[in-house]
């Protein structure tokens, strides 16, 4: 466990610095530069070399505003009167008293004055998705999400003085606890064996004599921040004399080699069997005798044999691995996954055909994926999903083979401006229609604002 004391009593607002981010028209280096913010004063290099996926690190700010604007109880009382929060979809009510985990959800919506009276009552409030809401929130995880190339989620956490409102447990997920109001008492123990080390799902809840003792107990006060690895067991409880409201910013959900290979090894298969006959030759007309569980004790030559000759086709397998097509199948999952882009004053559409771009027009691409199925090349974008998490389809648009090569080079000239006439397509059609396009879904900006028609 690494712990950092940040003696800065200043740093600059949330608000400033998205601000100043929304002027950078590189994705990447807005993501780098927000998530170096988050995690000052360590390092990002650092920090994924030597942390992410293997230890918490702790950060004692000592300036409590430095979080500030993020989210607030304020902002959780307006959303409930302003917004149709749904219990179990939007909002958890939960206690965890006498080593008893509850959930308290009335069905439909979340009115303001039930919800308050949970919470005098000792019950945490648990919003599930405050991105749906809070724009601020929308803000930062659509941001963040290029840097862990993941989605990035969060939920929001306000629990009264004195209680506690889930039991032990791990998460599936790499956890940032952004502490906004208040403080936690909170404990952090490591896996319990390497069947759980950086697990695929979550954990149930456990007791307290299932977990042993915590490798870190802190209180967490505004502004500090909590950060730990999916498989790391967890629980936090507020103190007697404060309330507690923090963020917990999530991501790498499913993202492992695993996962990676749950897609590379189907499709390898069915490519070996029908291009080798080495796959399609039949198994041997006794192999039950021998192989299964019944027979995994016996000292018998055939199985050896058969064993090697399964660790031969293994071996053979790997040559057949689409890993390009199954990174592109992982990629359209994320891209499904992430929130739309907030439009800055950076972000133009084509406002009508009196705009359509010249040659001389510099332009850049952003949050989109080339791919393609074998008959057709089509662009995943995400500009039009939902801060709703799956709401809408998987967006995309084809693009026609006679820009693609256009396509191909505006992805890696990104995040350089080019000009229209730079396009390597045929024709200086193929080129305009491509930027139309393009511009129709949002999906490229220009070096300098377009005029309204």
Not at 134 to 153: D, N
Not at 209 to 218: A, R
Request: with cysteine; proline share 6%; glycine share 6%.
């Amino acid at each position: 466990m690494q712990e950092v004391q940040c003696g800065e009593k200043s740093g600059e607002a949330l608000e400033a610095l998205l601000s100043d981010l929304a002027k950078v028209s590189n994705s990447r280096e807005r993501a780098s530069k927000l998530f170096q913010w988050l995690i000052h004063p360590i390092p990002a290099k650092s920090f994924f070399r030597d942390t992410w996926e293997k230890k918490p690190v702790l950060i004692k700010r000592q300036n409590p505003d430095y979080y500030k604007g993020l989210f607030s109880t304020a902002e959780f009382d307006r959303i409930l009167r302003q917004d149709d929060v749904q219990y179990g979809v939007n909002l958890d009510v939960t206690s965890y008293t006498n080593a008893k985990r509850e959930t308290h959800n009335p069905p439909g919506r979340a009115l303001p004055f039930t919800v308050w009276e949970f919470y005098e009552s000792g019950c945490s409030l648990r919003m599930l998705n405050p991105q749906a809401f809070s724009s601020t929130v929308w803000s930062v995880l659509s941001i963040l999400q290029e840097q862990f190339g993941s989605m990035a989620g969060a939920n929001v956490y306000l629990t009264p003085p004195g209680t506690q409102g889930f039991a032990p447990h791990y998460d599936d997920i790499e956890a940032f606890v952004v502490q906004l109001e208040g403080k936690k008492h909170w404990r952090v123990y490591n896996p319990r064996s390497q069947d759980e080390v950086l697990p695929v799902v979550s954990s149930p809840n456990f007791s307290q004599s299932e977990i042993g003792k915590p490798i870190l107990e802190v209180v967490l006060e505004a502004g500090d921040l909590l950060y730990f690895p999916r498989g790391f067991i967890h629980q936090g409880d507020c103190l007697l004399d404060a309330h507690s409201l923090h963020i917990t910013v999530s991501s790498y959900q499913r993202n492992s080699w695993g996962n990676l290979l749950a897609k590379v090894v189907p499709a390898a298969l069915e490519m070996a069997m029908e291009e080798d006959v080495d796959f399609r030759r039949g198994l041997p007309v006794d192999y039950l005798t021998y192989m299964g569980v019944q027979n995994s004790d016996k000292e018998d030559p055939r199985r050896v044999q058969f064993l090697c000759r399964i660790e031969e086709l293994m071996k053979k397998l790997s040559t057949f691995a689409p890993v390009d097509a199954a990174v592109d199948q992982k990629a359209r999952e994320y891209l499904h996954d992430c929130l739309p882009p907030m439009l800055t004053s950076g972000t133009t559409y084509l406002l009508s055909y009196k705009n359509v771009p010249r040659n001389d027009l510099d332009f850049s691409l952003c949050c989109c994926r080339l791919c393609s199925d074998g008959e057709a090349v089509w662009l995943y974008y995400t500009a039009d999903n939902s801060r709703v998490y799956h709401k809408e389809e998987p967006k995309s648009v084809e693009i026609k083979a006679e820009q693609t090569d256009g396509m191909e080079f505006l992805i890696h000239a990104y995040p350089k401006f080019v000009t229209v006439g730079s396009l390597p397509c045929e024709s200086a059609e193929d080129k305009v229609s491509l930027a139309e396009l393009l511009f129709e879904k949002g999906l490229i900006h220009t070096a300098e604002p377009l005029q309204r028609s």
